[in-house]
């Protein structure tokens, strides 16, 4: 029977917990898998950035669901798990526990729940918390309009956006890195 009391999760649960989740405002808060399309741009994008840190020897590259450990936020958020992302440190001691600290690029490939007026405060929100935990540049790539809108702190509500023909570019947060829009999207 329960007793009507809720536990507060923590990022020990998180770490145990199955599948792609995030703990916002002390619950785990599970994230759906990516279809095909989304999947294979994450996928497209995560290798070029993988190949420009080990080319450079800066930073570091993640593939979808690494988790990213923060302190509480203002919505209460305690981390992130993003599409791709790119990482500069401080590495963990214990290589198999979340990363400590906000990326400095990450990259969130919308799914087809990613559409709509809801879906677009949800990623305006979670932009914002990647902004305050100090994350500096968040894409946003759009798999349906086959567009990449480049959000900075200093102005959320105003992005880069680059669609086909161009490349996009994380700059400050990945310093010489670039890639085609029509690679992104193949």
């Given amino acids: 029977m329960s007793s009507?009391?809720?536990?507060a999760a923590t990022l020990e649960n998180l770490a145990r917990h199955e599948g792609?989740?995030?703990l916002i405002?002390?619950?785990i808060v599970a994230l759906s898998p990516m279809g095909r399309k989304p999947g294979?741009?994450?996928?497209r994008i995560f290798r070029s950035l993988d190949d420009h840190a080990e080319a450079t020897g800066r930073g570091e590259a993640y593939a979808d669901n690494t988790g990213f450990a923060v302190p509480p936020l203002a919505s209460g958020r305690?981390?992130?798990?993003p599409d791709a992302s790119y990482f500069l440190g401080p590495f963990p001691a214990d290589e198999m526990r979340f990363l400590e600290g906000a990326p400095a690029f990450a990259v969130e490939v919308r799914s087809e729940s990613d559409?709509?007026?809801?879906?677009e405060e949800a990623l305006?929100?979670?932009r914002s918390d990647y902004f305050e935990a100090g994350t500096a540049i968040v894409w946003d790539v759009d798999p349906i309009r086959e567009r990449v809108s480049k959000h900075r702190p200093e102005a959320p509500g105003r992005p880069t956006v680059f669609?086909?023909?161009?490349e996009a570019d994380a700059e400050p947060a990945v310093t010489g890195w670039r890639m085609a829009v029509g690679r992104i999207f193949g």
């Fill in 4 to 7: 009507g009391t809720r536990v």
């Fill in 20 to 22: 792609n989740a995030e």
């Fill in 25 to 27: 405002a002390g619950g």
């Fill in 40 to 43: 294979r741009v994450a996928s």
């Fill in 78 to 81: 305690q981390s992130f798990a």
């Fill in 115 to 119: 559409y709509g007026a809801a879906a």
């Fill in 124 to 126: 305006a929100a979670k």
């Fill in 163 to 166: 669609a086909r023909g161009q």
